[in-house]
């Protein structure tokens, strides 16, 4: 059941929402997309494998991995186990290589070979919710239907004010009421990359984080 939210709280949102938007385009002008792909799939296979692992991580093993497996065919030919070992780093491998080669099998049969460019397409191959759809679409396809809400941007929208929500598809809702479209895909590359440099989720000074004055004088 989602929160119902005052006029007056989604106004001190909107406020709070815009002084952060400004502020991570000054600290992050050039932000993008940590993981490294040449293509949709392998911006696809990199997205799944980035779930409870790190982004350094996952470049680590993809830059192996995509050398080993080139195309879609690679990947359907795939042996299962040895997937799991080639992803092993990354954790959850289990699932990660189920997904991954489940995926790439529906690509093929219901998609002609192509990782799709639509919302409800995407969501349809395993491992695939919208966090990594978003992710896809924008980054891929330059295609901005949400916005992608990963531990990060989860962490610091709770942290700063812009929502009261714990799950991921509520607070992607209550982030693009108060977040202009054109900064959708630039919010969460900027939140990520803040996240890491300046607030992260151990302890830290966080009072003198750059975000922190500026946002808790509107409360």
């Given at each position: 059941m989602e929160k119902k939210i005052s006029k007056e709280e989604l106004n001190k949102r909107k406020e709070r929402a815009l002084i952060i938007i400004d502020k991570l385009a000054i600290l992050f002008p050039e932000s993008k997309i940590a993981l490294n792909f040449s293509n949709n799939l392998e911006l696809l296979i990199a997205v799944i494998l980035s779930a409870q692992c790190t982004d350094k991580k996952v470049n680590e093993v993809t830059e192996k991995?995509?050398?080993?497996?080139?195309?879609?065919?690679?990947?359907?030919?795939?042996?299962?186990m040895e997937f799991e070992k080639d992803i092993h780093s990354t954790g959850f491998y289990h699932n990660k290589a189920k997904n991954i080669l489940a995926a790439v099998k529906i690509i093929k049969n219901d998609f002609n070979g192509k990782v799709p460019d639509r919302m409800e397409n995407l969501l349809k191959l395993p491992g695939v919710a919208r966090k990594t759809a978003n992710i896809v679409l924008g980054d891929g396809f330059g295609k901005v239907e949400g916005i992608a809400v990963d531990t990060h941007v989860k962490r610091l929208s709770l942290l700063y004010g812009l929502t009261k929500e714990n799950n991921p598809n509520k607070i992607e809702k209550d982030l693009m009421k108060i977040i202009p479209q054109t900064e959708w895909l630039n919010l969460n590359h900027r939140l990520i990359e803040y996240g890491r440099?300046?607030?992260?989720?151990?302890?830290?000074?966080?009072?003198?984080?750059?975000?922190?004055?500026?946002?808790?004088?509107?409360r």
């Open positions: 991995l995509f050398k080993k497996y080139k195309n879609l065919g690679d990947y359907l030919d795939a042996d299962l440099e300046y607030c992260p989720a151990r302890k830290h000074d966080h009072n003198n984080c750059p975000l922190t004055k500026d946002v808790d004088s509107i």
